[in-house]
């Protein structure tokens, strides 16, 4: 059956749930949530913590006396247009849906109630320290609580939250069930249509799309728009500002020192490398990175698709012969058995020659959801490995040495 289809059977109980918190009850209906207003005045600035939008180029934020408006392009829909989320403080009258406010999705602050399919989301919402609030996980997150340390604990900190489906296949009896204010989902782009399903069939889903941002300071920011929701804007800038600090150390400790490298990120497995290789060029946020530090990318010519493009052999090959390094962002024991059993690999200088990085087995799942927002660990890593003598002494955290 039609994901849309199923899950918009039973929306009068949905309206039922969303009451509280995005629907139409009255002002109030939240009293006991923290910071909700108990004498609401009108034209009062509800929000003295604000977040302003300083790297991304995919949303932003404006704020209005007692909600507050973020704007974001719709990444699933190739043709353009925005989304739209009005969050208005609880304890205040729901604004009027009409005119740029029209069609958007309406949610109480701050949310208390929240899922998680997006593991970007998840480790913006940890880092917050609103674990809390999760009552529901995608089967995917939940099932790396069982083989990571760091899932693990937000399961446990959140209370053992309930599985609510996939993020592409959303169970719907799960969802009305917990009643959750918002989804936040992972914002694929072209291609995908996870979040317009949701929203199509009246659930709360919400795009966090930081993966398509074209820069890793950006990707990085998206933890104010996830702060947002929880008035945590306070929290959220200053996670932010230490990250960009770190984050312009590091790079000015690279820039111009690695300048004769010709470098190559790259996915080796067969699940995530359909034909041989997946390399990235120069539109995806860590081929940005790259041109960061002044090497050159062996994938970039004619690759300028945002999550990089498949190799076959003899592609790969012609691209990537005289390259000198590569970053492999695949799990270490996985990559080592698919280097292992494909010979073709040694033509790769860097596989032959045991020059590059592979991402540690014993962190990697948390790694996957942490380094899109900790930026900085990213990007000191892959300086770690071009320029080990930069960094004397440093031990890298995700990307680490064969």
């Known amino acids: ?36 207003v108990t004498e609401y005045a009108q034209g009062k600035d509800y929000f003295p913590d604000k977040s302003a939008v300083e790297e991304s180029e995919l949303w932003d934020i404006a704020y209005h006396g007692s909600y507050k408006t973020i704007t ?3 990444t699933e829909n190739a043709a353009g247009g925005e989304l739209r989320y009005v969050l208005y403080q609880c304890g205040t009258p729901r604004p009027e849906a009409a005119g740029d406010l029209a069609g958007a999705l309406f949610v109480q602050v ?21 674990n809390g609030s999760v009552k529901g996980l995608s089967g995917q997150l939940l099932g790396n609580a069982k083989k990571d340390k760091w899932y693990a604990g937000v399961v446990q900190q ?7 489906g996939e993020y592409t296949d959303l169970n719907r009896e799960a969802v009305l069930g917990l009643g959750n204010q918002v989804i936040l989902m992972s914002g694929f782009g072209p291609g995908f249509d996870d979040i317009s399903n949701a929203r199509a069939a009246g659930l709360p889903g919400v795009s966090v799309s930081n993966r398509l941002e ?11 728009m996830v702060g947002a929701f929880y008035n945590a804007e306070a929290a959220a800038n200053t996670e932010f500002a230490a990250i960009k600090s770190r984050f312009t150390e590091v790079v000015a400790a690279v820039s111009g020192k690695v300048n004769n490298r010709r470098v190559g990120y790259v996915s080796v497995c067969p699940e995530k490398s359909c034909d041989f290789m997946h390399g990235h060029g120069e539109q995806t946020l860590v081929g940005r990175l790259l041109s960061g530090f002044g090497v050159t990318n ?3 010519r004619d690759n300028n698709a945002p999550n990089g493009k498949h190799y076959d052999f003899e592609q790969a090959i ?3 012969a005289d390259a000198d390094f590569f970053i492999v962002y695949d799990p270490a024991a996985q990559a080592r058995a698919t280097i292992d059993a494909d010979p073709r690999m040694t033509r790769f200088r860097p596989i032959r020659d045991g020059a590059y990085l592979v991402g540690a087995d014993a962190n990697f799942q948390e790694c996957r959801a942490k380094t899109y927002l900790d930026v900085d660990l990213l ?6 490995g071009l320029a080990p003598d930069l960094f004397p002494g440093a031990k890298a955290t995700c990307f680490v040495r064969p």
């Open 110 to 130: 701050p949310v208390t109630t929240v899922a998680v399919t997006s593991f970007n989301a998840l480790a913006m919402v940890d880092r917050l320290g609103k």
């Open 1 to 36: 059956m039609n994901r849309v289809i199923r899950l918009a059977a039973g929306l009068s109980a949905l309206a039922l749930v969303l009451a509280g918190c995005g629907g139409t009850a009255p002002a109030g209906a939240r009293g006991s949530a923290p910071g909700c």
């Open 298 to 300: 062996v994938f970039a």
């Open 214 to 224: 074209r820069t890793a300071l950006a990707s990085a920011e998206w933890i104010k």
């Open 318 to 320: 012609g691209a990537a």
């Open 158 to 164: 959140a209370g053992n939250p309930l599985s609510i």
């Open 379 to 384: 990007t000191r890593d892959i300086a770690i």
């Open 72 to 74: 974001l392009k719709d």
